[in-house]
């Protein structure tokens, strides 16, 4: 048995969900897949029911999909001669939170600049007023 000291542990699962953010983001950089996500967080569907709205060919969807399949944000299983596809929210959470910590961190910013400002305003009001 191998022992890994935890520092290299801890680097292995940061790069792998370094590696899992990436797939995800770059999932969701084409507007194909983004509107095939939509479709799916109404429910289960048929590939061929993903593919209807848009004007591409059916490797292209094909394409998408598996995509989609590689960063986790959906699943795939054939029901008799359909492939029937879900959406798998768990990736889709970890993006969110990704999101999430760096959108507070920038509203802890722009407060902190907002209250300089104000403060910066009002020493030079005062030093006006003399």
Known sequence: MTFFPLHDLINQMVNHNQTQLDLSFSALAHPIRRGILMQLANGETTV????????????????????????????????????????????MKQAEDWIERYRMFWEQSLDSLEIYLKEVQKKEKMRGDK
């Open 48 to 91: 061929a029911q993903l593919a209807k709205p848009h004007r591409v060919s059916a490797p292209a969807i094909s394409k998408h999909l598996h995509i989609l399949e590689d960063a986790g944000l959906m699943s795939r299983k054939k029901k008799g001669r359909e492939y029937h596809c879900r959406l798998a929210t768990d990736r």
